[in-house]
Each structure stands twice: as structure tokens, then as C-alpha cells.
């Protein structure tokens, strides 16, 4: 027993050993700053789309953000909640974190003794030369504990756990980008058919005002005072009209389909009254801060430098595999010849064996493992370095959008008051016998494109700003000033959600 308790002292020493290389972050292969200048340098205020005054994010950053301050539109709010609540990818990123969950524990029980209660009838029969036993075949009847326990000398089996708790942060991470990701989603596709609803209703108005100039046009032509060319003119643009009124209302009903797709239920009945989409009031003042902010902003690159420790830990484990395995198994019990005599006094029995297996010739095996856990550790490396530049370009690509969408608006209201004006003056000029029915066909198509474009324009901007506020990292929180959960704790609208497990591997996944 002495020299048990020497071997599990320089065990428990050992332990916190393992051969996993040093982890050095990789450099971001970013600039240390976002593009400035040009349509960088016209970044808004809290301003709305029409330049008038919004509500501010104050210098907060996106994280501190809550979604439902981001949104004021409580319908898109109760949207959000119910997909919280509801979506079936969400769930299944749910149900990935407990499955990583229950893989890492499942990996860290091999650090601990396997203690097991064992029962055995071995029926043995000898050559009579060797006979030694009154009867043969006799029985031997055994009853006891069985224990056995790999010491980790070379911290193949830590290795092996911290691989496994690494994956499992990084399903947290993932969790977490898909629970963000799924709040920009609904308020994209929201916003898309609000923007569907506007493009039906001017080609509803454009119909109308094509009709009635193709009436006069027809009475004019059937007294004889038109001609069949402006009688064509006017039949094609109400034909125009009537065909982009069936596509968009046909976008419109796919949008919807979207959008319950996303909230994971039919819209419901009940939902409270929401803003036109010239009315959505959204944040446009967030700060971007520094690239390197999104290191510990972007729950997707954090899953990335899991993924890498995880690959990193491996080769911990493929290096311990060219060294002795070291096992203990011991068993203590009753062994007797008659079922009845096994706990009788002088019935007592036990073993104790220590194991070592040296790997000699393992046709390359475990050179090849090596080979190919460094090999993935590379890959890995590859992949978090691509996801910082994956982040950095989104927040600039919104960072310019922003910088140019409010300008562009602008321009196009006034250019939609000019041609609104433009076929006015046309139809009167028409009317009163001036020109022919060409300006007016040639003013209403300009502004009909001038108010589709106008539209198109509100929808971009409002989906970067949703899309920029993603790529902050925002999207976690419900309200501003809340703590944020963990990332592998689910979300609980509705008490929809699996509740969490009541024991979680003890590293912080937030």
C-alpha cells in the first residue's frame, strides 16, 4: 500500500502536466483601426433617416446595447420574442451545448478511478493430471469491488479533457452567434416586408393614376380626339403597373412566409400596432471602438479560438501517445468454491495489478496523428484568422453604408418631389392640349422609379444599421444595463427553452 500512495502522489503531481504546445493568440491580420476618410468621415448622429432627432445610444457600445432599446417598434419587439422563444435552429443550438456539455464530462471522468461491483461464476474443468479439486469441472464464486485508473503521466487523458472543454465553449460561442444572428434576422426580414407593403401600396397609387389617364385617353381616342399611339402609351403603363403589382404582392406574402418561418409560428393575432418603415427610429450612433474589440464583441470569433485551443490540446494528446501508458487495476472481495461459503471467515481475496504498455511498433500511427493534429491546428489557426477579417470587413462595409445612406435618401426624396411634380405639370400641359401623351407617360415612370428607389434606400439603410448592430456584438441583451448571461445559458422567453444543466464544466463560457 506504501508504494500505491508513492505512485498516486507523483500522480497527483503530474497531473496538472500536459505536452500541449504553449498557446500564443495569433496576431489579428487586420489594421489596428477602421477605414477613415472619404464616406467613413460622415458617420450620422442620433439622427433618424429624415435628419430629424432620435433616441441616442449615449456612447454606449453595441454589447451594452439591449435589443429592445435598439428597436422601438414594439411589434418588431414582440416579433424578436416570440423567435427567442420559438426557433427551432435556436433550439438545436441549444441541444448542440448540452451534447458538448455532456462530451465533456464524459472526457473528464477518465481523470478519476473507475470503481465498479463486480459478480462472477467462473465453471473450470483440468486434465485429471492436474486435478487438485475434489470435483471437476468445479465452480469459483467471486463477489467485490473492481477498480481501475489510468495515471496520467504525460497528461494524455488532460489533454484529452481540455480538447473536449474547448469544443464545448466553442458550441457555447456558436450558440450564442446564432441567438444574435436570429435577432438581426427577424428584424431584417420584418423590415423587408414593411418595405414590400410600401412598394405594393405606390404600385397600387401608380395603377390608379395609370387608369384614369388611360380612361381619358380611350374617350379622347373613341371621340376622335386622341390618337391610338397615346391610347398604347397609356395601356402600357397600366399593364407595367399590374405586372409589378403581382410580383411585389407575390414578395410580399414570401416575405411574410420568411418571417414565420423565423418566429417559428403562424403572425399572431394579437400583435401590437407597428411603425411604417419611415418611422423605425433606429440606433445610428453606436460607436465602432477598435478591431481588436471585436475579439471579446463577436461571440463567432471567440468559438473560432476555441475551436483553435481545442486543436491545440490535441496535439497535447497526440505527443502523450508516444510515451508508456501507466494503469493501476486492483480488486478486493470474496472468492469461494460454493455459493454459499462467499462470505465466510478466510474468504476474503485480493488483487492488485499495475500495468505499463510501451508503444514500440504502431505501423506509424502515432507519428501520423502528430502529423495531422498539427496540421489541424493549423487549419484552425487559418479559420480565427479569417473570421477577425470576416468581422472587420462587416463593421466596415456598415461603417460606409452609414456614412452614405442618409445623403442618399435625401437625394432621393427631393428627385421624388421633383418628378411628382414633373408629371403634374405634364398631365396639365396634356390635358390643355400642349404636348402629346409622351411626357406624361415618360414622368410617370421616372416617378414611379424614383419612389420604388426611395423605398429600396429607407430598407438598406435601416437593415445596415440592424446588420452594423450585429457586427458590434450586439443582440445579447434584452435591455440596456442588464448583465449578460453566459453563452451557454439558454434563453428563457417562454421557459421555451431546455433549462440549463444543473451541472456545468467549471470555466466561464460568457
Same mark, same amino acid.
Given at each position: 500500500?506504501?508504494? $500505491? ?220 380626339? =386622341? ?36 418566429? =417559428? ?10 411603425? &411604417? ?12 471602438? $477598435? ?62 495489478? &499495475? ?7 504502431? =505501423? ?110 450586439? =443582440? ?7 448583465? &449578460? ?26
Amino acid at each position: 500500500m506504501h508504494k $500505491l500512495s508513492v505512485i498516486a502522489g507523483a500522480a497527483a503531481l503530474l497531473a496538472g502536466c500536459t505536452m500541449a504546445p504553449w498557446y500564443h493568440r495569433p496576431e489579428a491580420p487586420v489594421s489596428q483601426t477602421f477605414p477613415q476618410g472619404g464616406v467613413y468621415a460622415t458617420q450620422p448622429g442620433a439622427t433618424d433617416g429624415n435628419g430629424q432627432a432620435g433616441h441616442s445610444a449615449n456612447g454606449a457600445n453595441a454589447t451594452e446595447i439591449g435589443w429592445r432599446d435598439f428597436f422601438v417598434d414594439q411589434r418588431l419587439q414582440q416579433l424578436v420574442t416570440i423567435a427567442l422563444k420559438n426557433n427551432r435552429d435556436l433550439r438545436v443550438s441549444v441541444l448542440n451545448v448540452e451534447a458538448a456539455r455532456a462530451q465533456y464530462q464524459i472526457t473528464r471522468a477518465d481523470l478519476f478511478p473507475a470503481i465498479n461491483g463486480v459478480g462472477t461464476d467462473t465453471r473450470t474443468r483440468v486434465p485429471k493430471s492436474l486435478q487438485t479439486a475434489a470435483n471437476n469441472p468445479y465452480s469459483v464464486y467471486n463477489v467485490g469491488l473492481q477498480a481501475s485508473w489510468e495515471i496520467d503521466f504525460w497528461g494524455r487523458v488532460r489533454s484529452l479533457k481540455d480538447q473536449a472543454l474547448a469544443q464545448y465553449l466553442s458550441t457555447a460561442q456558436a450558440r450564442k452567434a446564432a441567438e444574435i444572428s436570429l435577432v438581426s434576422q427577424v428584424a431584417d426580414q420584418y423590415l423587408t416586408m414593411l418595405s414590400d407593403d410600401d412598394l405594393v401600396k405606390v404600385t397600387q397609387e401608380t395603377l390608379k393614376t395609370a387608369q384614369d389617364s388611360y380612361n381619358i385617353t380611350k374617350a379622347q381616342f373613341d371621340t376622335g380626339t =386622341g390618337t391610338e399611339l397615346d391610347l398604347r402609351q397609356a395601356q402600357t403603363v397600366v399593364e407595367n403597373a399590374q405586372a409589378n403589382l403581382q410580383a411585389q404582392m407575390r414578395a410580399r406574402a414570401q416575405a411574410e412566409n420568411a418571417l414565420v418561418l423565423l418566429i =417559428g409560428e403562424p403572425l399572431p393575432a394579437d400583435l401590437p400596432q407597428g411603425l &411604417p418603415l419611415d418611422g423605425q427610429n433606429l440606433l445610428a450612433d453606436i460607436p465602432a471602438g $477598435l478591431p481588436s474589440d471585436l475579439l471579446t464583441r463577436r461571440p463567432d470569433i471567440m468559438e473560432a479560438e476555441e475551436t483553435l485551443l481545442a486543436a491545440n490540446a490535441n496535439i497535447g494528446a497526440a505527443r502523450a501517445a508516444f510515451f508508456p501508458k501507466i494503469s493501476l487495476t486492483a480488486a478486493f472481495g470474496t472468492e469461494s468454491l460454493s455459493l454459499g461459503g462467499l462470505f465466510k471467515a478466510g474468504t476474503a481475496a485480493w488483487s492488485f495489478v &499495475p500495468q505499463v504498455t510501451l508503444p514500440i511498433f504502431e =505501423g506509424g500511427s502515432n507519428i501520423a496523428n502528430l502529423q495531422l493534429a498539427n496540421v489541424q491546428k493549423r487549419i484552425e489557426i487559418a479559420n480565427y484568422e479569417k473570421a477577425i477579417q470576416s468581422a472587420f470587413r462587416e463593421v466596415a462595409d456598415g461603417l460606409a453604408a452609414r456614412g452614405t445612406y442618409d445623403q442618399q435618401i435625401g437625394a432621393l426624396e427631393r428627385s421624388t418631389f421633383a418628378s411628382q411634380r414633373s408629371l403634374d405639370l405634364s398631365e396639365l400641359r396634356y390635358k390643355n392640349g400642349v404636348d402629346s401623351y409622351l411626357p406624361v407617360l415618360t414622368a410617370q415612370t421616372t416617378l414611379y422609379t424614383s419612389q420604388t428607389s426611395l423605398i429600396t434606400a429607407r430598407l438598406a439603410r435601416l437593415t445596415n444599421l440592424v446588420d452594423l448592430y450585429r457586427a458590434l456584438g450586439g =443582440g445579447w441583451i434584452e435591455h440596456a444595463g442588464e448583465t &449578460p448571461r453566459p453563452a451557454d445559458e439558454p434563453v428563457d422567453y417562454g421557459a421555451a427553452s431546455a433549462p440549463a444543466a444543473a451541472s456545468a464544466p467549471a470555466a466561464s463560457a460568457g
